[in-house]
């Protein structure tokens, strides 16, 4: 495992599964539009085939293969299609809507994010590169008071392309005014965050939160508290 160097000057964090508690704001959402439009599905069973679905989805939408519109729709479609509970095209739609909408206002961070972030803030400069729409990742961060933390906010959208795409870490890079060889990713997804980040020469460190695979040249971390160890 390589340690990492004691050039840094730049951290860019991944928001959603590393930072912003993505799972537990995403059921508290569907529970409260479930009940607002009288869905009668079971919301923990809704949950438990909804989450391997949606983190399909996003790797296809990652992967340039699916639309957000598509990544929208499809995802609820299958895991209602899952449960066998029928439910038409036109409320989907709607929840889709509504779930995008009240998602931001649910904001649960991972135990010790304020911790780590005010730890690290005098010290560093830091970013977000984040592969979540335009429209949701500001409100996420203003309501979970994050912003405070951090000098610039990329997401794919802006740019174009998603994570592990190198033009994104470069168009951060750039609009940090940052070198790669003084900059650090953290993120929780290997090949996105990790490998996409190491590609283009910054150090990363792996926010393994969930048993996930990873390889001996990687820093890994199974709590945010953890990361001081290595900053």
Not at 38 to 51: H, Q, R, T, W
Not at 143 to 163: H, P, Q, R, W
Not at 178 to 198: C, P, V, W, Y
Request: glycine share 4%; hydrophobic share 35%.
């Amino acid at each position: 495992m390589n340690k990492p160097s004691n050039k840094i000057k730049h951290i860019f964090f991944d928001l959603d599964h590393t930072l912003w508690d993505f799972e537990t704001n995403s059921g508290k959402t569907f529970e409260y539009i479930f009940k607002k439009y009288e869905v009668g599905a079971d919301i923990s069973e809704f949950m438990k085939v909804y989450k391997p679905i949606n983190h399909n989805y996003w790797k296809l939408y990652r992967e340039d293969k699916i639309t957000k519109s598509k990544l929208r729709f499809g995802r609820l479609k299958d895991a209602f299609d899952k449960l066998n509970f029928e439910v038409s095209d036109e409320l989907i739609d709607l929840l889709a809507e509504e779930y995008i909408n009240y998602l931001p206002f649910n904001n649960a961070l991972f135990e010790g994010a304020h911790e780590i972030l005010s730890y690290l803030k005098p010290k560093y400069k830091m970013h977000i590169i984040t592969n979540g729409f335009e429209e949701v990742q500001h409100k996420k961060m203003n309501n979970a008071n994050l912003l405070e933390y951090f000098d610039k906010i990329i997401t794919s959208e802006e740019v174009g392309v998603k994570k592990p795409n190198p033009r994104i870490f470069e168009y951060a890079l750039e609009k940090a005014q940052a070198l790669q060889e003084e900059s650090m990713m953290i993120g929780d997804n290997f090949e996105a965050d990790i490998l996409g980040a190491r590609n283009v020469g910054m150090q990363t460190i792996f926010c393994k939160f969930n048993g996930e695979t990873s390889d001996d040249k990687t820093i890994s971390v199974t709590r945010l508290s953890e990361i001081r160890q290595y900053l």
